[in-house]
């Protein structure tokens, strides 16, 4: 046993073999498989320390590029796209009155090509025509071979497009930020809105003239437009357009007392996303760029001047049984009257030689200077490039003859909303009212600005239009318990040669409600409608644009806080908005037969 113990390793030691047991501090790599892993074990400290060093070049990197831009060479070499060096502009957002977002800008992406780095411009080419078909090929190839280091490709890239480009794995394809403006309402709101070029700068209508604020100003724009009763309207404008083959169509809603437009509609429209696959037609703003002759709907301003002057009274008598001249040209009513009519009856019934001889007494310098007052003879104000200047004779050309015409809406020619503001300062006590795109719940101030009417004045000329409703040419815009008064019109359409077309005409009727406390106006007009079998073949405004009055109060009444009234408090109201005409002058007014145009010689109105 002591031999064998003896024999062996020392007791109470392990056996020293090499690499294994040996001691930390006498240790050596006793093995040729020790020594390669300990050198591997060294090359990997150093490759992780490397890696490290990587991420926190990129990090740094990354975060210059997000607070300084791109490089100077990517911004010197991009093209002439400046939108791809500088990023986004983070265009402001447009919203209406509620808050509902009507215009934003979504973050997208473009791409360009680092063309130096493009490995095979020819193969990679190829592989984008087959992702982006949209593309130009010459233009693409330019792009590739260019040696710009950001020659651009496509902005806005569909988050698919991006998926499908970044999988061909080309490090030479580079992916920056950019933005794209959108508009959720679609076509509702086009010709208020506008629309924005590639790069976000606005073209026309709000995003044109709000340029610089929506660029400058984070904070959205409010608009004055309601998008419900944006889309009221234009829905159902667009069903009388259909209905009667017109060729266009505008129409608007407007606040009395502030100003503000909660609907503004010119048909045909266009998509916003996609303006450049819009007619000019469609491009075009009838509603404010349009300036046409208003027909019988200037009987207001004319009745409302007459009855102002103290020289004509509300029941004296005119003989329209003997129609005066402009020039060598009648003057003709489209019903011949066959007894004298007074104020009221003029009105109610559509009378041109009624009002043709009121205009008489007043002279054509005290009915310019008139219009004049009433913002007719100066283009209109209004937050949108897209504004016509209204065609009218200077005041040393208003003569007799033009002043006749004037008096029923011919040889004048304005835009609807400036016609929609002059009728507002009219029902309003004279007090202006002064269109606007823009949220203002409050009146906007006058500037100290006299009205123009005394507010008597005005409550007759309320009162006169609730006639219309009620007994003359626009019956068919009556809604019960709404109170709703307006006057029609209709006018036919100048040729190329100047001359009045005979079949072509534009129908309009302008109206507001409640006539007792008027809130809201709406004027809605139909370009060169046709009548049908229901019009009995009459396309004038009573039968195409009342009806359209009356649909859009009954829907938006509701949404506007606007409750109708009782039989029993409709009755009472009426009695006391026709007192102001006196009794006589309502109980002598019968109920017009027809709501057809009356004529001129040349030219039609009502």
Not at 141 to 155: E, I, Q, T, Y
Not at 259 to 278: C, N
Request: aromatic share 6%; proline share 7%.
């Amino acid at each position: 046993m002591n031999e064998r113990r003896g024999s062996g390793a020392p007791s109470g030691r392990q056996p020293i073999l090499p690499g294994l047991f040996s001691s930390p501090k006498s240790r050596r790599l006793a093995t040729p498989r020790e020594q390669a892993l300990e050198t591997a074990r060294a090359r990997l400290v150093v490759i992780m320390a490397l890696f490290a060093l990587a991420w926190v070049v990129v990090g740094c990197r990354l975060s210059y590029l997000s607070l300084r831009g791109y490089p100077p060479e990517i911004q010197a070499d991009n093209g002439g796209t400046d939108a791809l060096a500088d990023g986004p502009a983070q265009r402001a957002d447009i919203i209406d009155r509620n808050g509902v977002v009507l215009a934003t800008s979504l973050p997208t992406v473009s791409l360009c090509a680092d063309a130096p780095n493009i490995p095979n411009p020819d193969e990679v080419a190829k592989q984008l025509l087959a992702i982006l078909p949209g593309l130009d090929a010459k233009k693409l190839g330019d792009a590739l071979h260019s040696g710009k280091h950001c020659a651009a490709v496509m902005r806005h890239l569909t988050p698919h497009q991006y998926y499908q480009v970044n999988a061909l794995g080309v490090a030479g394809l580079q992916f920056l930020p950019d933005e794209r403006r959108v508009y959720p309402a679609g076509s509702a709101a086009a010709h208020v809105l506008g629309y924005t070029d590639i790069d976000g700068n606005g073209i026309a209508g709000i995003e044109k003239s709000m340029n610089d604020r929506l660029t400058d100003d984070p904070e959205p724009l409010q608009l004055s437009i309601d998008l419900r009763v944006q889309t009221i309207l234009r829905d159902r404008l667009l069903q009388a357009m259909n209905d009667f083959h017109a060729v266009g169509a505008a129409a608007l809603v407007m606040n009395i007392k502030t100003g503000e437009l909660l609907s503004l509609v010119s048909l045909p429209d266009f998509d916003p996303d996609h303006p450049g696959d819009a007619t000019p037609d469609q491009l075009f703003n009838r509603a404010t760029l349009g300036v046409y002759e208003m027909g019988s709907t200037f009987k207001i301003f004319n009745t409302a001047l007459a009855l102002d002057s103290g020289l004509v009274h509300i029941g004296d008598m005119f003989d329209v049984t003997k129609p005066p001249k402009i020039g060598s040209h009648p003057i003709h009513d489209f019903e011949k009257e066959h007894h004298p009519l007074n104020v009221a009856e003029i009105f109610a019934h559509s009378s041109n030689i009624g009002s043709a001889e009121m205009v008489e007494r007043l002279g054509p310098q005290r009915q310019r200077a008139f219009f004049a007052q009433l913002g007719l003879t100066k283009r209109l104000s209004l937050e949108i490039p897209e504004v016509g200047a209204p065609l009218i004779a200077s005041a040393r050309d208003w003569t007799i003859p033009t002043m006749l015409a004037a008096s029923f809406g011919h040889g004048i020619a304005v835009n609807a909303v400036q016609m929609a503001g002059a009728v507002a300062t009219i029902v309003n006590n004279g007090i202006p009212v002064r269109p606007t795109l823009l949220k203002n719940e409050a009146p906007p101030d006058d500037d100290g600005a006299d009205a123009v009417i005394s507010p008597h004045t005005s409550a007759m000329i309320r009162a006169l239009m609730r006639l219309v409703v009620t007994r003359g040419t626009a019956r068919l815009a009556d809604v019960p318990g709404y109170m709703i008064g307006g006057k029609t019109g209709t006018a036919d359409k100048i040729g190329a040669n100047h001359h009045y077309l005979n079949n072509a005409r534009r129908s309009s009727l302008i109206s507001i409600f409640p006539v007792q406390a008027p809130q809201y106006l709406i004027y809605v007009m139909l370009d060169d409608p046709k009548g049908d079998a229901k019009t009995d073949g009459f396309a004038t405004g009573g039968w195409t644009a009342a009806p359209v009055v009356r649909d859009v109060v009954a829907q938006i009444g509701p949404l506007l806080d606007i409750a109708p009234l009782s039989e029993e408090a409709a009755a009472t109201t009426e009695r006391r908005i026709m007192r102001v005409l006196g009794d006589e002058t309502v109980d002598g007014i019968s109920v017009q037969e027809s709501v057809h145009h009356a004529t001129i010689n040349p030219g039609k109105f009502e």
